[in-house]
């Protein structure tokens, strides 16, 4: 404890500084200033003080949310996501988004907001869609608490337009076994793409540098564990990032520097623009048939890994890859539902390449 005398033009008192937190102190001003100077220090102290304390607590980067201008506010777990922005029988809306301060901001597409927008989706049979007021007091203290995590998802394009998914080990605690893009979580004053980049490098062994790709965001989706109501109780609730990364490497020049992370990692595969069609087209939650297009290889080529880190290659079924998510039992392996949505629009982003390519050969042929 240390006392400290305040310059002369405050007014003639102590200031008591308390030591031993980690990121701030407490202040206490005896005796109290009767004067207009002291009311403005207090008040200028007391926010100061409130700033380094909500600091203090900031340990993850969580999802806060702004509707018509309003102050940021963090984004309750019970609450979807989703639902805030648009009526809650739609599923997809299109919003703002911003890292600031440690906060991943969603904001409300609005006159005099700048940013182009992007979209925002949850599933059709999201669990937070559907959750009750009695099913949501259940759930546990610390779940409740919890927030909205923050998520980033790489889509690596190689110069052969193929994509890079992983199958999530078997004994991850959410979603095992289920095919993804090398992601994770978004750390303290991280930016989007490097905190996509470290995930990357982290998972795969693919060390990229930032000025040698690529990058746009081309959505958001609104991830939770398990992620149905007929599956059990929401215990995670993300705002997963979709990242699109463009490298001018091939799939074969990038597989040859593959070193995954067998605790993360168990499986390896490239898929191009007809496999990825074949995947968006089994729709989770649809009730027609699954049928396979008769064109298609009926195996795809996977890089195993074994837990010593060590590779190897398998055949595996691609009717695996088109797997539905079950309504209710065990999970299967499958290529997961926010996936199929970023698989969607990596699509639609090839077609608006191909047809502004067919536009600019139409306008060289008429110059």
Known sequence: MRNFCLPNYIGPFTVTVLQGCRNYCAFYLWPLPENEEGNQFMSCLQLIL??????????????????????????????????HFTDRHKDQVQVGCCLDDNRFIVYEQCEGRGGAGVV???ASF?????????????????????GVDVGVAVLLQSADRRLLLT???????????????????VELDEKLLDAGLRELREETGLKLNPGDISSQLLGLWESVYPP????????????????LLHTSLTHLELQAALQPEPAEVSGCVWVDTDIVKAIVSAVDGAEDPETLPPNLPQTVSVTEVFPDGTLGVSALPLSVLCNRAPADGEDVERVSTGTKFALELWLQTLELQKQHSVCEEGRRRTA
């Not at 380094?52 to 999802?63: D, F, G, I, P």
């Not at 999201?126 to 919890?146: F, G, Q, Y």
């Open 50 to 83: 409130a700033k380094l304390k909500s600091m203090e607590r900031v340990t993850r980067v969580l999802v806060h949310l702004s509707k018509e201008n309003t102050v940021p506010q963090c984004a309750q777990f019970v609450q979807s996501v989703t639902g």
């Open 120 to 122: 925002l989706k949850r």
């Open 126 to 146: 999201c669990p937070l869609k559907h959750l009750s007021k009695p099913e949501a007091a259940a759930l546990p203290v610390e779940v409740r608490k919890r």
């Open 167 to 185: 199958r999530r080990a078997s004994g991850l605690r959410i979603f095992p076994n289920v095919w993804v893009p090398p992601g994770g979580h």
């Open 228 to 243: 149905m109501l007929s599956r059990g109780l929401p215990q995670r609730h993300h705002i997963v990032t979709y990242m």
